[in-house]
């Protein structure tokens, strides 16, 4: 896959996107013009099953480092920040060919019994 001049593999898009979390990271910066704070990000994707503490752990320590070393991302730990990467536009319209967002903002059922 190449957009924008970067290079990036299917394998590594689809690895990327398999996880929710990443994808919702992906759909918050779509519509992003300025950097998005780490807490914003936390803010979003915590639910009552998933405490806010833990959200916040699982982006800063697994999910913005891999999109950041994919160079999907640009993330800056000191300012705790998030913006779209070089890589961004490869793997932000792969998300949207493969796993597109229903009307009511959530993802189609998988198991194809909608």
Request: hydrophobic residues 30%; charged residues 30%.
């Amino acid at each position: 896959m190449n957009r924008g001049g970067h290079q990036i593999t299917t394998d590594t898009a689809l690895r990327l996107l398999s996880d929710r979390q990443r994808r919702e990271v992906l759909r918050r910066l779509t519509g992003a013009d300025e950097p998005v704070t780490v807490e914003s990000l936390t803010a979003s994707l915590a639910t009552t099953a998933t405490g806010a503490d833990t959200v916040r752990l699982q982006l800063v320590h697994n999910h913005l480092p891999k999109l950041h070393d994919a160079e999907v991302i640009d993330y800056d730990p000191e300012d705790r920040t998030v913006r779209r990467g070089p890589g961004f536009d490869a793997v932000a319209s792969l998300l949207q060919a493969v796993i597109p967002r229903r009307e009511d903002g959530h993802e189609p059922d998988q198991s194809g019994s909608e």
